[in-house]
């Protein structure tokens, strides 16, 4: 054996145990961090939700059905008129799932406003917030601007920003790399290919450290200047998200040196050795993809193993197309030899199949995602998420189009170019449609960043299925009334908000703020999509302002409308509708 040929065994060997190792690294810190099994959902409070206790409670304490992330202010507690009661710290108990907060003493009889907001396992922030009285239940002044926590806009878009950038850079790396040692190993010495898989690392890098940075600001939605704050980096290191983010920079730092070792030796390489350069480039290349799986929606919620499972196909396929997809159109679709377009055609050929494999993988993967994230056709038409995911659909399907007319071309190129036994006229100008495929191609992977930009707000959005879930519950709010002689605040709350019995309590306060019995209030409740109702509600005085209605059964889930009526005096009345949300 040639000492060059030893050389280069001891080097792949070197090579692959240190990528064995890297990827090992990665695997224990991800296995580290521990399952999440769903989204984080408050479960139990102390004092429970619409009690009334007959002493103040010295804290408040909230239950969740996994551990949560915390800062000081994730409980807040307001008093009638709006000003905070707690101590400002907020603090973990002895059991990892409850969180606490302690409440000043003295505190005077009425109804008091719980807002929480707390980090879930898969690095979302969740919120929420509820009511409790001492001594009787009242009116109270706190609206929805108050329990809203003040988050910075441009927090949110750095973020989305840096997330974007993560997955354009993770595929123009993988993507590119697989594509020239599949598809044209002699591109691997053109400078161009080398400059976009120099970006791709930068980027990967650069988005990486961003998110480790940005994402304590963006889960704790605080000023863009405080994710520089030790603490707040800390925390963000503690989660599984973090966890995950220092695994992806471990690959980074593995990948750099070993991508500028086979590089050049990819055009010369034999089959044998291009297998060893694509089986080290998909085994990072899958690694990388599990950072993201791993501590996303996927890692979340239902059929987690499954879910994860699915989500690593799906950014492996995303990444092996889009960045084929670009070093196809920027460098093999760029004639640079006699052969011309004709040598680039066993390239283009190729990626088509590779292409076609992965659109088969991103649509299976996709369509699961799809109705683990979004739950229900309401849902998908309904929330938000919903929505980013039928233009996700409308983007791939525009993909699959420009892709089957990308394979057309190379048909046509394949039995009309160049052949002797196609006459002359019948021939297609090879370059000439060499230059039309590399627009096609081009637009193709224009399309594919945008669904890249859908996808990654799909990242931070709440699936459907935890919007619908947590949409289900009491619904509470204030109005503005006006009978012509008195006008004021109608505050209600209807509970539980699902098909049942169900009892309202609604408040009414003056102009001035105080407490205002009216001459005489009725309520009725209507269904105007199945036409049920109206439907009137037996009304009780249960103290100054306070009216209750006995239990009523609504028995349909849907938009039902509660009609209050508040007469001020024989002459003068005002009828409030307010919207009332059913779940089965």
């Known amino acids: 054996m040639s000492k060059p040929s030893l050389a280069r065994r001891v080097g792949r060997r070197r090579g692959l145990r240190a990528l064995l ?12 961090a ?45 008093d009638p008129n709006g000003k905070r009661v707690d101590d ?40 929420g917030a509820y009511v409790f009285s001492v001594g009787a239940a009242g009116s109270t002044k706190v609206d929805q601007a108050t329990i809203n926590v003040s988050s910075s806009r441009a927090v949110g878009v750095f973020y989305g920003a840096l997330r974007w950038l993560g997955y354009l850079g993770y595929a123009l790396l993988f993507g590119g790399f697989v594509f020239l040692a ?51 980096l800390r925390g963000t290191l503690d ?34 050795g291009r297998a060893l350069f694509l089986g080290a480039a998909a085994t990072l290349g899958v690694a990388g993809a599990g950072t993201w799986a791993a501590a996303d929606h996927a890692s979340t919620g239902i059929q987690v193993p499954l879910a994860v499972f ?16 670009v070093m196809l159109a920027l460098v093999a679709c760029r004639p640079k030899d006699e052969a011309g377009a004709e040598g680039a055609v066993p390239a283009v050929r190729a990626f088509s199949r590779l292409a076609l494999c992965c659109v088969g993988a991103l649509v299976a993967s996709g369509v699961y995602q799809a109705w683990r994230g979004v739950g229900s056709w309401a849902a998908l038409s309904g929330t938000a998420y919903g929505r980013l995911v039928v233009l996700k659909i409308g983007g791939i399907c525009i993909l699959i189009g420009l892709g089957w007319m990308a394979r057309d071309w190379i048909r046509r190129a394949v039995e009309h170019t160049g052949s002797a036994a196609v006459p002359e006229a019948q021939r297609i100008d090879a370059d000439g449609l060499l230059r039309r495929l590399r627009r096609s191609v081009v637009l193709e992977a224009g399309v594919a960043l945008i669904v890249l930009v859908f996808s990654s707000i799909l990242v931070e959005s709440e699936p459907g299925r935890t919007a619908e879930a947590a949409a289900a519950g009491p619904t509470s ?26 009892q309202a309590h609604l408040y009414l306060d003056n102009s001035k703020g105080l407490p205002y019995d009216a001459a005489q209030l009725t309520i009725q409740f209507s269904l105007t999509s199945a036409k049920l109702g109206p439907e009137n509600a037996t009304v009780v005085h249960d103290g100054p302002g306070h009216y209750i209605d006995t239990p009523i059964d609504l028995t349909f889930a849907g938009e039902w409308t509660m009609s209050v009526t508040i007469r001020s005096d024989d002459f003068d009345e005002t009828t409030v509708n307010l919207p009332i949300k059913i779940t089965p």
């Open 182 to 232: 599949l598809c044209r190993p002699a591109d691997a010495a053109d400078p161009r290919a080398f400059r976009l898989l120099a970006i791709g690392w930068t980027a990967s890098l650069a988005a990486a450290l961003g998110v480790l940075i940005v994402q304590g600001a963006y889960a704790g939605e605080l000023p863009l200047g405080d994710a520089l704050d030790a603490s707040v």
């Open 239 to 272: 989660t599984r998200f973090g966890q995950a983010v220092l695994a992806r920079l471990i690959l980074l730092a593995v990948t750099a040196p070993l991508l500028a070792a086979t590089l050049g030796r990819l055009p010369a390489a034999t089959g044998r």
């Open 34 to 78: 521990g399952p999440a099994s769903a989204h984080a959902t408050l479960e139990n409070t102390n004092p429970a939700q619409g009690a009334v206790a007959s002493t103040a409670p010295a804290q408040v304490s909230l239950t969740f059905d996994e551990s949560v992330g915390i800062s000081a202010d994730s409980i807040r507690v307001f």
């Open 477 to 502: 709010s204030s109005v503005a009334f006006d009978t012509g002689t008195v006008s004021g605040t109608l505050s209600y709350y209807l509970g539980p908000g699902k098909v049942g019995l169900n």
């Open 21 to 32: 190792a890297a990827v090992g690294a990665a695997v224990v810190v991800l296995l580290a």
């Open 310 to 325: 699915s989500d690593l196909v799906h950014i492996s396929a995303m990444g092996l197309w889009l960045g084929g997809l």
């Open 88 to 127: 400002g710290q907020t603090v973990a108990t002895s059991n990892p799932d409850t969180i606490a907060i302690s409440l000043r003493s003295g505190l005077a009889d009425g109804t008091y406003t719980v807002a929480w907001h707390v980090i879930s396992a898969d690095s979302h922030p969740v919120e």
